[in-house]
């Protein structure tokens, strides 16, 4: 499948979808919960959907309708009856990595192709540290992933160099176990996912100490409460629109999201204020027109999954933008600075790539037949760049923006772009 888009002007006001982060999050913790939670408003599209079928596989029963509710299992998954296929989610593989080590018998964790090639080994070594058994069966550290509990508690150092979720998956697992953790962590990146994890555990009032990001010390033996929670929208997906003002001179209004919210990618909002784009802040949402921008140096070590909209953004500005301290959007559903590079460059663009981001330089940008490969957000920010090109841009593997923006060109269509499905 194909998107196709040309030149466009954008205008009125979009609705963004709920937040995949805190939609996950939500899943795992009504899942370990004593009694039934209410996830209203609740992203349904396939990596969160893909966190309910795991979940259910441990013994929640969740029920999907507007909203869904999850009857959790008390602190005492079950062990799965079947292998549990997380999908394209990295999200859902890692922290429920996590509740497998709480599970007195074996799971069996697999994905698809861009999963089963997502490195696992510091969180695997975290959790044969607590007490578990943990190994890949290809002894490469990637899915499959065999993990049996029960953890036990103790002391362990944790790389969180390569992505947040190796914490995360910890801070919300680790309260149900059976001991006390202390976990020291080197190099932790992506903060703002640490902090909506630890804004969740606040609010389940568990239990922890900390010193920073770097050590964090939780007494096991904790339980999960059920909760009535609204999903707030996700700023990963509202990007791609508040990016396409900004680069088509536009004015767009997008609604659900608040500015108050843990999420790192919220960040991009004043990184286009600094190129240029005139931004206002609403009690629901967020107003900006965009015009004349002006490249600078951001960095996205908070917020790695801005990287792509930003690089087609920063092809428009003047002068050069740098991308940098973001080494992990290499291990993400593809090597996002090699793929940005490689396809952008189709279009245009004189971009380099660094070993933890990307030069960029104003371009004369034009449509072009590019590649998604099959990474959602690639996708969706090469779709986005071709409505400020002439001539038409086809962007292949289509489909994967299903899964986290199920309805990216219904949206984008109502706003007023040429954008069409193929």
Same mark, same amino acid.
């Given at each position: 499948?194909?998107?196709?888009?040309?030149?466009?002007?954008?205008?009125?006001?979009?609705?963004?979808?709920?937040?995949?982060?805190?939609?996950?999050?939500?899943?795992?913790? #009504?899942?370990? *919960?004593?009694?039934? !939670? %209410?996830? +209203? &408003?609740?992203?349904?599209?396939?990596?969160?959907?893909?966190?309910?079928?795991?979940?259910?596989?441990?013994?929640?029963?969740?029920?999907?309708?507007?909203?869904?509710?999850?009857?959790?299992?008390?602190?005492?998954?079950?062990?799965?009856?079947?292998?549990?296929?997380?999908?394209?989610?990295?999200?859902?593989?890692?922290?429920?990595?996590?509740?497998?080590?709480?599970?007195?018998?074996?799971?069996?964790?697999?994905?698809?192709?861009?999963?089963?090639?997502?490195?696992?080994?510091?969180?695997?070594?975290?959790?044969? #540290?607590?007490? *578990?058994?943990?190994? !890949? %069966?290809? +002894? &490469?550290?990637?899915?499959?992933?065999?993990?049996?509990?029960?953890?036990?508690?103790?002391?362990?150092?944790?790389?969180?160099?390569?992505?947040?979720?190796?914490?995360?998956?910890?801070?919300?697992?680790?309260?149900?176990?059976?001991?006390?953790?202390?976990?020291?962590?080197?190099?932790?990146?992506?903060?703002?996912?640490?902090?909506?994890?630890?804004?969740?555990?606040?609010?389940?009032?568990?239990?922890?100490?900390?010193?920073?990001?770097?050590?964090?010390?939780?007494?096991?033996?904790?339980?999960?409460?059920?909760?009535?929670?609204?999903?707030?929208?996700?700023?990963?997906?509202?990007?791609?629109?508040?990016?396409?003002?900004?680069?088509?001179?536009?004015?767009?209004?997008?609604?659900?999201?608040?500015?108050?919210?843990?999420?790192?990618?919220?960040?991009?909002?004043?990184?286009?204020?600094?190129?240029?784009?005139?931004?206002?802040?609403?009690?629901?949402?967020?107003?900006?027109?965009?015009?004349?921008?002006?490249?600078?140096?951001?960095?996205?070590?908070?917020?790695?999954?801005?990287?792509?909209?930003?690089a087609a953004t920063a092809c428009f500005a003047e002068d050069e933008t740098r991308l940098v301290n973001v080494a992990q959007a290499r291990l993400k559903e593809t090597d996002r600075i090699r793929v940005m590079r490689q396809e952008l460059s189709k279009m245009g663009a004189q971009i380099e790539e660094l070993p933890d981001g990307l030069?960029?330089?104003?371009?004369?940008?034009?449509?072009?037949?590019?590649?998604?490969?099959?990474?959602?957000?690639?996708?969706?920010?090469?779709?986005?760049?071709?409505?400020?090109?002439?001539?038409?841009?086809?962007?292949?593997?289509?489909?994967?923006?299903?899964i986290t923006f199920p309805n990216f060109v219904e949206l984008m269509q109502s706003a007023g772009a040429v954008m069409q499905l193929a």
């Amino acid at each position: 499948m194909k998107i196709s888009t040309e030149r466009s002007k954008l205008a009125g006001s979009v609705l963004i979808p709920a937040s995949k982060s805190h939609t996950i999050r939500a899943v795992v913790i #009504g899942s370990l *919960a004593d009694g039934v !939670s %209410t996830i +209203r &408003n609740p992203l349904g599209a396939a990596d969160p959907l893909a966190s309910v079928r795991v979940c259910g596989k441990m013994g929640a029963q969740i029920t999907q309708n507007h909203d869904w509710t999850v009857r959790g299992v008390c602190g005492a998954p079950s062990v799965p009856d079947d292998v549990l296929d997380t999908g394209n989610s990295g999200t859902t593989l890692y922290l429920t990595m996590g509740t497998a080590a709480l599970i007195d018998g074996y799971s069996v964790f697999t994905g698809d192709e861009q999963i089963r090639n997502r490195p696992a080994g510091p969180l695997l070594d975290a959790l044969r #540290g607590l007490g *578990a058994e943990a190994f !890949s %069966t290809r +002894r &490469n550290d990637r899915p499959p992933l065999i993990i049996r509990g029960p953890m036990k508690g103790g002391s362990i150092e944790l790389d969180g160099s390569k992505t947040s979720q190796y914490l995360s998956a910890l801070l919300l697992n680790c309260p149900l176990g059976r001991g006390r953790s202390e976990i020291r962590v080197t190099n932790p990146c992506e903060l703002p996912f640490i902090e909506m994890t630890l804004r969740w555990l606040d609010e389940q009032r568990i239990t922890y100490e900390r010193d920073g990001f770097e050590w964090f010390g939780i007494p096991g033996g904790q339980d999960y409460h059920p909760f009535d929670k609204q999903m707030p929208g996700d700023f990963s997906s509202a990007a791609f629109f508040l990016c396409a003002a900004a680069i088509t001179g536009s004015e767009l209004t997008l609604l659900g999201l608040d500015m108050n919210d843990t999420q790192g990618d919220k960040a991009i909002v004043h990184m286009l204020s600094e190129m240029g784009a005139k931004v206002e802040i609403l009690p629901d949402g967020i107003r900006i027109a965009g015009g004349k921008l002006i490249g600078g140096e951001f960095d996205l070590s908070g917020t790695p999954d801005a990287l792509p909209a930003l690089a087609a953004t920063a092809c428009f500005a003047e002068d050069e933008t740098r991308l940098v301290n973001v080494a992990q959007a290499r291990l993400k559903e593809t090597d996002r600075i090699r793929v940005m590079r490689q396809e952008l460059s189709k279009m245009g663009a004189q971009i380099e790539e660094l070993p933890d981001g990307l030069v960029i330089h104003g371009s004369e940008m034009h449509g072009a037949q590019v590649r998604g490969h099959g990474d959602h957000r690639v996708v969706m920010a090469l779709a986005m760049a071709g409505l400020a090109c002439d001539g038409i841009t086809e962007v292949d593997t289509a489909e994967a923006v299903c899964i986290t923006f199920p309805n990216f060109v219904e949206l984008m269509q109502s706003a007023g772009a040429v954008m069409q499905l193929a």
